[in-house]
């Protein structure tokens, strides 16, 4: 996943940092709950921007986040 992700260019930093308000991102939103409800099992999300200031609202989501480690 990066920030900036298909053709209409969504942004999924601007989702993440404005979670649980009147103003979150529709089509994020609606794009993201697609991907996580089509996984069968073990659900894996590779973020690869920084995600320090999006960190909070990613965990409340998802629950813990693991750093990438090669």
Known sequence: MK???GKG???FKDYFKS????EEPIVARNLLYVVVTRA????RILYIDDI???RTSIEK???NVLEYQE
Do not use: R, V
């Open 3 to 5: 920030e900036k992700n």
């Open 9 to 11: 260019k969504i942004n």
């Open 61 to 63: 989501i998802f629950g």
């Open 52 to 54: 320090d200031d999006i």
């Open 19 to 22: 979670y649980g308000s009147s």
């Open 40 to 43: 069968i099992s073990n659900l």
